[in-house]
């Protein structure tokens, strides 16, 4: 669904969302999340969410005023940004990559700082997913062992207004991108 999405808008407050995952952060994510796979298992798992990122480059057979790449406006709770993942060479490398990705035109990072105390989504990880085509946006939810897509207007609707109160409770664009860096170990 997310290469059919001209718009995708995110919220994470546990780990740093997988479209925007460098490749140690993810294995190690995946290594934590899905401790009974094997490493062949977890390294597919891996290449995958490596490959889901390139929805984000836009298609360079499309004439340059038809980008194709979606819209992504992710909002991560700075506590994900202090859980240690991996190791602290793999967190400023993420941290690097975030500030870098914040950067592109079609890509908005903002953070809830952790003073801002409890959100409106109670830390539930949710992604509302908004189709090129006349298609109804979807919510997504992912678990340890699934995911699930919500489709009726209503909750879709509901999801929508959290994100924008997520939105009102984040930090600015700079000042998103300044906690990123500032804060790198």
Not at 33 to 62: F, G, K, N, Y
Not at 151 to 180: G, K, T, W
Request: hydrophobic residues 40%; glycine residues 2%; charged residues 30%.
């Amino acid at each position: 669904m997310e290469r059919q999405a001209k718009e995708i808008l995110e919220y994470e407050s546990y780990q740093v969302p997988g479209l925007l995952q460098i490749e140690e952060y993810a294995r190690a994510i995946v290594s934590s999340v899905r401790p009974t796979l094997s490493e062949d298992t977890i390294e597919r798992a891996v290449a995958l969410r490596m490959t889901r990122q390139q929805i984000l480059e836009p298609d360079s057979t499309v004439p340059l005023d038809q980008d194709n790449a979606p819209r992504l406006w992710t909002i991560i709770d700075e506590s994900a940004l202090n859980r240690a993942v991996g190791s602290s060479n793999i967190m400023k490398a993420q941290r690097e990559h975030l500030a870098t990705m914040a950067r592109r035109p079609n890509i908005t990072i903002q953070i809830i700082p952790n003073a801002e105390g409890a959100t409106c989504a109670f830390g539930r990880a949710f992604a509302v997913l908004i189709p090129r085509n006349k298609n109804s946006s979807v919510v997504y939810f992912e678990d340890v062992d699934t995911a699930r897509y919500v489709r009726d207007r209503d909750e879709v609707s509901r999801y929508l207004l959290l994100f924008d109160h997520l939105r009102a409770s984040a930090l600015n664009d700079r000042q998103s991108i300044e906690l990123i860096k500032g804060d790198a170990k």
